[in-house]
């Protein structure tokens, strides 16, 4: 659990206006002080792109491989969600590690910013381009290279779509775990880089549970490979863990070694309508200290709810809602969702099953949230705390405690039987008081979730908005930590600058 040292630098940062760090309060309000390459170019002195490098850049990957265009240097440089603020100045599609190779060495002498970016799906900012330079796209390298059912492995390049990679492996029988609301767009690369996760991590873990080695290009233009096919391996220093979830801060992915599983026989799906969050948030917690093993468990709130039904879907209004998966053989299947369904009933839940059509459209539901929810307010922040799951009844209500102190509208969900939940704030204006209270309330809810022993990022990452709450996070020495080994693996500080520090 985090000290007060760590809780009193998140006080730090909701401190009255006029204070020093307001203009620190986190990343939306850092960005709207300024352009961000004027404020840090000055501390890294970067280099601008100029047509000499643009000739350059056609040289090594061809120039219908290189674009200007307002069209495309626009598409390479929004963020999904929110307003982080960054615009490429090149675009360039690779189609090889050698190409990676040679354009990330021709950056790092020039101190030119390379972003690396997928499809541009991550929420924080994480594939924006804060300091100019250039976009290195994976559209290009997007190739399964090896699906081995005997050693339940798929050797992919970076720019493969998650659900491309599930639609081939379900033809053999297998799938790769790690669900992403956004996986019908997601890219591999991207999920490596943001150690993803989604519905099934409560049962089947994260991204990085599944990368079992990496090929990686560094800023200095060398290509080193990292980790083995073994299922196991005691080979020292950890150096696949450390990139994965790196946010392309240290290199660029250029294959990646996955490992599998065998589709499960059989899926069952139920929903528990609560009369409250707080009877939902404490069903959750019976359910995984329970023999059942969900392989998902989303939690919905009142407003999710009025929403989805609202949308067509097959949803009905209430306090909260469980939306829970099981799978496995079809006898297990059945056996945990029975013993989820007892639980849900003896916290005076209204539990019903779900088949067919109408569980896809339950789950489809699930899956529009995001672009549902981006609807309500002209300026969301979009929360992704994690908790123990102990901590689960508590910070529900202390979120909602917090929303109605501050004034301020909040829709929550997320993958509740792992702590995780998507705390909506919505501004209701994009004016600076509507915003400044917005803010205030997301710093205390973040106060609240380190605490609780929790994690400011549970899967979306810290990109550009989150890079404020590190040290809060980490304390002041590990941060030092992490800028070292940065230092040493990218001593240019080319590699997607603006993320992860707070400076």
Known sequence: MAGRTDVAAVSAIIKPAGDRSTTLRFAHTAFIAGPPRARVAAQRRYSRVE??????????????????????????????????????????????AEEVSEVLRYC????????PRGSGSSTSGNATPVMGGIVISTRRMNRILEVSREDLLAVVEPGVVYESLNS?????????????????????????????????????????DYVSGLEVALPSGEIIRLGTRAPKSSIGYDLVRL????????????????????????????ICYAESAGRAAEAIFDVMASPARPSAIEYLDSRVLKLLS??????????????????????????????????????????????????????SGRRALGALVARLSPYIIVGD???????????????????????????????????????????????????????????RIIERTIEAGGAVAGEHGIGVEKRGFMEAQHGRRVLELMRRIKEVIDPS??????????D
Request: aromatic share 8%; glycine share 14%.
């Open 51 to 96: 047509e000499a490098d643009l000739r350059a850049l056609r040289d090594i990957v061809g120039p219908e491989n290189v674009s200007t265009r307002g069209w495309d240097l626009a598409v390479s440089s929004a963020n999904a969600i929110g307003e982080v603020e960054g615009r490429a100045e090149a675009v360039v599609w690779p189609a090889s």
């Open 108 to 115: 790092s002498e020039r101190g030119i910013p390379v972003t």
């Open 168 to 208: 081939k492996l379900r033809e053999l029988g297998l799938f790769f775990p790690p669900e992403p609301a956004s996986g019908s767009v997601s890219t591999i690369g991207g999920m490596v880089g943001n150690n993803s996760s989604g519905f099934r991590a409560v049962k089947y873990g994260v991204t990085r």
């Open 243 to 270: 990139f994965v979830g790196s946010e392309g801060t240290l290199g660029f992915f250029t294959k990646i070694t996955l490992k599998l599983r065998p589709l499960p026989e059989a899926r069952r799906t139920g």
């Open 310 to 363: 609202e949308s067509g879907y097959p949803y009905r209004e209430a306090g909260a809602a469980l939306l829970v998966e099981t799978d496995g053989t079809e006898r297990a299947a059945e056996d945990d969702m029975s013993r989820i369904e007892s639980i849900c009933r003896s916290r005076g839940g209204d539990f019903r099953r779900a088949g067919g059509a109408e569980e896809e459209k339950l789950w």
């Open 385 to 443: 705390v994690d908790v123990p799951v102990s901590k689960l009844p508590w910070i529900v209500e202390e979120i909602y405690g917090l929303g109605r102190e501050a004034g301020v509208g909040l829709v929550v969900f997320g993958h509740a039987g792992d702590g995780n939940l998507h705390v909506n704030i919505l501004a209701g204006g994009r004016d600076p008081e509507s915003r400044r209270r917005a803010e205030d309330l997301y710093a």
């Open 493 to 502: 500080w080319i590699m997607n600058p603006g993320k992860l520090f707070p």
